[in-house]
């Protein structure tokens, strides 16, 4: 009688309690890759190494994964930047949050991530609520803050505080797209993400900044 053959897959011998992460990350790449309408729970269950099943044993849909993947991925990231505000200069804060949020919007699977919440989120009202406000709206108000604070104190010129933070949040997501794979931007591509994210600092610090003060009449050139 032989002895039965055991799998040598590791997804197969994982601890229960490691599934759902496990889970999570792949639901991420497979709603990254293929969109949120295309995404199937037998190629996130596949990807994970579990049975269709067993994601129900967690999840109670696609609609509630994708909550969680939310959840796990990216509110830390705002909560992380609502604590670290209110102990600096408004330029040096608006610099941090900006590295902040490149650095989690600019990774390799992060601009089919951006696609799907800008083209596609949409047609899903619940859960394009559910990111608005858990993400999209905190995130505005902390840059919205960080501005208002710069404008206080006289760092940043007098500006509408929502139309710098739509501008702001423009340029860095279709930058983010741009470094991606896909690009339709080689000349973007073309450099590293590092200096797309210093040249997006300068030019909104620049255009942020208050002008220098006029000279009174007849005062001699500094």
């Not at 490691?18 to 889970?23: A, H, L, S």
């Not at 509630?64 to 330029?91: C, K």
């Not at 505005?140 to 960080?146: A, E, H, K, P």
């Not at 690009?183 to 220098?212: N, Y």
Request: proline share 6%.
């Amino acid at each position: 009688m032989t002895e039965p053959t055991a799998t040598t897959d590791p997804r197969w011998r994982r601890l229960p309690e490691e599934r759902p992460r496990q889970i999570l990350d792949a639901a991420l790449r497979v709603f990254t890759e293929k969109g949120l309408e295309a995404a199937k729970l037998e190629e996130i269950a596949t990807l994970a190494g579990v049975s269709k099943g067993t994601i129900y044993l967690y999840f109670h849909s696609k609609e509630d994964l994708f909550r969680e993947v939310v959840r796990a991925n990216v509110v830390p990231i705002v909560d992380e930047a609502e604590r670290s505000v209110g102990s600096a200069s408004a330029a040096v804060e608006l610099e941090r949050y900006l590295r902040t949020h490149w650095e989690s919007i600019a990774r390799d699977h992060s601009a089919g991530w951006m696609r799907l919440i800008v083209g596609e989120l949409h047609r899903f009202p619940d859960l394009a609520e559910f990111y608005s406000r858990e993400v999209i709206s905190r995130s505005w108000n902390i840059l919205s803050g960080i501005i208002l604070r710069g404008i206080a104190s006289g760092e940043f010129r007098a500006v509408d505080p929502a139309a710098a933070v739509s501008m702001v949040h423009a340029i860095t997501i279709m930058h983010a797209i741009w470094v991606g794979p896909t690009s339709l931007h080689p000349h973007v591509r073309a450099k590293s993400r590092q200096q797309v994210i210093d040249e997006i600092i300068d030019f909104i610090l620049h255009a942020l900044r208050a002008a220098p003060s006029a000279a009174p009449a007849g005062a001699p050139p500094a």
